[in-house]
């Protein structure tokens, strides 16, 4: 990993102006399984992507290899109004639990490295880098629940994400597990790559 470098963004113009860098590698680490994204997929993203891009305290990293985009990773803010919580299917959080100001909870949504470069630490130094700094309670991500995604979620506990419950985001969305972990109390040991 001694030549892969990770470009922190931040706010919406940066994060934005950087799509046409990592999409390529979004579109590659996406058509493999569970996915199996296709163009009329990635044209979804696209368009979430420009969405979430004007969300408060959106962060952006890009890790590279050179010319290489070897993965990449973003999150924002969770609103006051999010739905992430009210998503969960199988578990009811207390109030005082699902309260966002704005500032409280940081959400990850998308952490993928390519095949080539996976098992290199890549995804824990993109992770570091996207928290780096960050004034937040705790953090949240989802991983699907497919055995393939098996490696992913053992990175997360390995990072110390637990476990919250099964998220259901929107009516044709997969299900996902919802995880999250504190930041204060957050350990920081080496991780498992995530082969996405």
């Known amino acids: 990993m001694s030549d892969v470098t990770f470009r922190r963004y931040e706010g919406s113009a940066a994060a934005a102006e950087q799509l046409d860098v990592f999409l390529p590698a979004y579109e590659e680490v996406y058509a493999e399984p569970p996915y199996l994204e296709g163009p009329r997929d990635v044209a979804e993203f696209i368009d979430h992507y420009q969405v979430h891009v004007q969300r408060p305290g ?3 990293v890009i890790a590279q ?3 290489d985009v070897a993965g990449f990773t973003y999150g ?6 999010t739905r992430w919580w009210h998503n969960l299917q199988d578990v009811t959080l207390p109030e005082e ?3 966002e100001d704005g500032h409280r909870s940081f959400a ?3 952490l993928a490295v390519r095949k080539a470069w996976r098992r ?3 995804a824990a130094g993109l992770h570091d880098s996207l928290l780096d700094g960050l004034n937040a309670e705790r953090v949240t991500l989802t991983v699907r629940p497919e055995p393939e995604a098996d490696p992913a979620r053992s990175a997360y506990l390995a990072w110390g994400y637990s476990r919250l419950g099964i ?3 929107w009516a044709d969305a997969p299900l996902y597990e919802c995880m999250v972990r504190d930041i204060e109390t957050a350990p920081h040991p080496p991780a498992p790559e995530i082969p996405r």
């Open 58 to 60: 959106m962060r952006l």
């Open 65 to 67: 290899d050179g010319q």
């Open 76 to 81: 924002y803010f969770l609103a006051p109004e």
């Open 97 to 99: 639990y699902t309260r």
């Open 108 to 110: 990850i949504l998308e």
């Open 120 to 122: 290199r630490g890549i």
């Open 167 to 169: 998220s259901h985001p």
